[in-house]
T-cell receptor, first 113, second 116 residues
Framework: GAVVSQHPSWVICKSGTSVKIECRSL??????MFWYRQFPKQSLMLMAT?????????EQGVEKDKFLINHASLTLSTLTVTSAHPEDSSFYIC?????????FGDGTRLSIL | AQSVTQLGSHVSVSEGALVLLRCNYS??????LFWYVQYPNQGLQLLLK??????LVKGINGFEAEFKKSETSFHLTKPSAHMSDAAEYFC??????????????FGKGTSLLVTP
């Protein structure tokens, strides 16, 4: 079946640093990728939707300058959390779609000290 | 706007008992509905989906769900719970999106506990 690889799976870094998370579709071309954020014991909240070659569409309340999304190819999207602070600590999950239902990565646990 | 409501944030069943996880949807257009399972520190795995074909949908791991338009429901069931079914379950509905057809709105999730 379709596989989405997300890397890294766990990141711990100091406050003020920037962190990049990669999301790759391994066996299909993902025309659309989604980035979600999940707080402990809560549901997934859509942060942004990105289509290959165009700017991402951010959900209301998500700072586009804080969470930079690049979808440069049909198999790769990146989320960069810029100048991360402790309140950015969360579980970030990407998903990818080729027009059919999304396939999810295994998530990235981000901890900002 | 489309949304789903999952009734019961925690459900506990005995091993071998029936599993019933409830989901009601709200949609102004015919919805696509999904059930996902999430194990700790992992992403989501699709259990099953309803996309306007058969109203009774069979998924993986023995799960099934029935789309009932009159009740605006899409409850998830499994006849006999297994210890490995303990996880977080999310109901989701897709909504129209100018960039894609499958952007999802998730329910708050139901944590399933299976006791010996």
């Amino acid at each position: 079946g379709a596989v989405v690889s997300q890397h890294p799976s766990w990141v711990i870094c100091k406050s003020g640093t920037s962190v990049k998370i990669e999301c790759r579709s391994l066996d299909f071309q993902a025309t659309t990728m989604f980035w979600y954020r999940q707080f402990p014991k809560q549901s997934l909240m859509l942060m942004a939707t990105s289509n290959e070659g165009s700017k991402a569409t951010y959900e209301q309340g998500v700072e586009k300058d804080k969470f930079l999304i690049n979808h440069a190819s049909l198999t790769l999207s990146t989320l960069t959390v810029t100048s991360a602070h402790p309140e950015d600590s969360s579980f970030y999950i990407c998903s990818a779609s080729d027009g059919r239902p999304q396939h999810f990565g295994d998530g990235t646990r981000l901890s900002i000290l | 706007a489309q949304s789903v409501t999952q009734l019961g944030s925690h459900v506990s069943v005995s091993e071998g008992a029936l599993v019933l996880l409830r989901c009601n949807y709200s949609s102004s257009v015919p919805p696509y509905l999904f059930w996902y399972v999430q194990y700790p520190n992992q992403g989501l795995q699709l259990l099953l989906k309803y996309t306007s074909a058969a109203t009774l949908v069979k998924g993986i791991n023995g799960f099934e769900a029935e789309f009932k338009k009159s009740e605006t429901s899409f409850h998830l069931t499994k006849p006999s719970a297994h210890m490995s079914d303990a996880a977080e379950y999310f109901c989701a509905v897709s909504h129209p999106n100018s960039n894609s057809g499958y952007a999802l709105n998730f329910g708050k999730g139901t944590s399933l506990l299976v006791t010996p």
